[in-house]
């Protein structure tokens, strides 16, 4: 009997160590592949930033040799875009380890400074030869930079081995697998050997948002008191996910225009969870959650919700949503914009107007909705008190700037706009239509001079401007 009862015993525990070995594994399996998926996800984003950076050094190159206004003012602004795309994948990179602001502060300087001669071209008036030796002098420093980047990437994929079991082919490299850790170590090396190449390049000399004399000067708009490192890991890990614990945390100090401690939570499985907080005031400015993620299987509209209901949590109710694109590789996140209001009065009205410098962005996960990116880093640098003047162009008078042949679709709305000339004006927004295409018209709404004009490009990834 005694026997019998021993051997139940022992085929019951058999059976529960076969069963919790098998789980086990399973759940192994599936924290490896979401790994291996997120991975995949930063090294796609650190590719396509070298092809943005290669095609930002070919357009600077066709800008320079081009005969016609037209070409010159075309190759300029498509490097604006690729500076805002590659800033756009440095963002997904995500490597708390390494200070990557450095070399995205040039990319912006360079699509920013290709945009005031764009718009120079365009206003008919003549670029100076001092302007075009600084463009050629930009020109060298991105093909350094681009140079820098292809040979660390090239390095990452030989440093890889066969166990992560991911394929790339890139730079004329195929058949090569990656292997996390080593090629960790590789990319790490290179972005610190990156940031030390392009502190050694002098900032272009011009007037615009990503200018040094602007940056210079963009601290908190209305800072508080200082705070302690302790209070601000308790703000900071707080943030995004309240009561979670965490296996270490670390406190670094962060020096420039805006003083801030860096704080970052390690958890169990070794991903990470980040935030800056301002010293003056305590406030948040901006947070990211790189913890593994699966597919994304959410709508739009659920993750518009998680977002807004993100932002009433932290008393920001008032923003409106200026638009929003999924992100990473495939689309596993939505990043939403959204923006300040206020009402000035007009005649005996109040009238709302939207403060697009005041901008603030929310990601959100398309595999639970949870909230992995908060960035209010232009919402606290530019909400300060404002004074503002009754329009002197009404919108039926701004209207009559408008060509006759566009069709004006929804509501006009009074904006505050920033300039490449690192000023803001209010302006009349107009979204009209012409031959199938959308476009946001802004016209001053003091001078009922149209200053500036942005295409709409709406589809399944996302609602953007350019």
């Known amino acids: 009997m005694r026997w019998r009862q021993d051997k139940t015993v022992f085929w019951a525990v058999t059976v529960f160590a076969?069963?919790?070995?098998?789980?086990?594994?399973?759940?192994?399996?599936?924290?490896?592949?979401?790994?291996?998926?997120?991975?995949?996800?930063?090294?796609?984003?650190?590719?396509?930033?070298?092809?943005?950076?290669?095609?930002?050094?070919?357009?600077?190159?066709?800008?320079?040799?081009?005969?016609?206004?037209?070409?010159?003012?075309?190759?300029?602004?498509?490097?604006?875009s690729h500076s805002q795309a590659a800033q756009e994948n440095i963002s997904l990179i995500g490597m708390t380890t390494v200070d990557m602001s450095g070399m995205q502060k040039f990319i912006a300087q360079v699509g920013d400074y290709c945009m005031v001669l764009s718009q120079k071209l365009a206003r008919g008036d003549a670029v100076a030869q001092s302007e075009w030796q600084e463009l050629a002098r930009l020109e060298t420093s991105v093909k350094d930079l681009?140079?820098?980047?292809?040979?660390?990437?090239?390095?990452?994929?030989?440093?890889?081995?066969?166990?992560?079991?991911?394929?790339f082919s890139v730079l004329g490299i195929s058949n090569l697998f990656l292997s996390a850790a080593s090629s960790d170590e590789t990319w790490l090396r290179g972005f610190s050997e990156i940031d030390s190449l392009i502190q050694s390049v002098p900032s272009p000399a011009y007037d615009g948002p990503f200018s040094d004399r602007s940056l210079a000067t963009k601290s908190l708009a209305t800072p508080g008191p200082q705070i302690s490192d302790d209070k601000a890991k308790a703000i900071a890990l707080g943030f995004l996910h309240p009561g979670e614990q965490y296996e270490s945390v670390?406190?670094?100090?962060?020096?420039?225009?805006?003083?801030?401690?860096?704080?970052?939570?390690?958890?169990?499985?070794?991903?990470?969870?980040?935030?800056?907080?301002?010293?003056?005031?305590?406030?948040?400015?901006?947070?990211?959650?790189?913890?593994?993620?699966?597919?994304?299987?959410?709508?739009?509209?659920?993750?518009?919700?998680?977002?807004?209901?993100?932002?009433?949590?932290?008393?920001?109710?008032?923003?409106?949503?200026?638009?929003?694109?999924?992100?990473?590789?495939?689309?596993?996140?939505?990043?939403?914009?959204?923006?300040?209001?206020?009402?000035?009065?007009?005649?005996?009205?109040?009238?709302?107007?939207?403060?697009?410098?005041?901008?603030?962005?929310?990601?959100?996960?398309?595999?639970?909705?949870?909230?992995?990116?908060?960035?209010?880093?232009?919402?606290?640098?530019?909400?300060?008190?404002?004074?503002?003047?009754?329009?002197?162009?009404?919108?039926?008078?701004?209207?009559?700037?408008?060509?006759?042949?566009l069709k004006v679709t929804g509501s006009p709305r009074l904006t505050v706009i920033p300039m490449v000339s690192a000023r803001e004006i209010m302006a009349w927004e107009f979204q009209v239509m012409h031959q199938n295409d959308t476009y946001l018209i802004y016209v001053n709404a003091m001078t009922g001079k149209e200053e500036m004009v942005l295409k709409m490009v709406i589809d399944d990834t996302g609602s953007l401007t350019m």
């Open 18 to 80: 076969i069963l919790a070995l098998v789980f086990g594994l399973a759940q192994y399996r599936h924290a490896r592949q979401l790994s291996l998926r997120a991975e995949a996800a930063r090294q796609r984003a650190i590719f396509n930033l070298i092809s943005h950076v290669e095609n930002i050094e070919g357009g600077l190159a066709k800008a320079r040799v081009s005969s016609t206004l037209a070409q010159q003012s075309s190759f300029l602004t498509a490097c604006w």
């Open 146 to 167: 681009a140079r820098a980047l292809a040979e660390t990437g090239a390095s990452a994929a030989a440093a890889g081995s066969p166990r992560t079991g991911i394929r």
């Open 250 to 405: 670390r406190v670094e100090n962060i020096e420039g225009a805006i003083p801030a401690f860096l704080i970052t939570g390690k958890r169990a499985d070794g991903s990470e969870v980040a935030a800056s907080t301002a010293k003056a005031g305590g406030a948040v400015l901006w947070a990211m959650d790189q913890g593994p993620r699966a597919a994304g299987n959410l709508d739009v509209e659920t993750a518009r919700k998680s977002a807004k209901q993100f932002l009433a949590s932290k008393g920001m109710e008032s923003l409106i949503e200026t638009g929003w694109r999924k992100a990473g590789t495939p689309s596993d996140r939505i990043v939403f914009a959204f923006a300040a209001t206020t009402d000035i009065m007009a005649g005996s009205r109040p009238v709302p107007v939207v403060l697009y410098p005041d901008l603030v962005k929310v990601e959100v996960a398309l595999d639970k909705g949870n909230i992995i990116g908060f960035d209010q880093t232009a919402y606290l640098t530019n909400h300060g008190p404002r004074e503002f003047k009754e329009p002197m162009v009404s919108i039926e008078e701004a209207r009559k700037t408008l060509k006759p042949d």
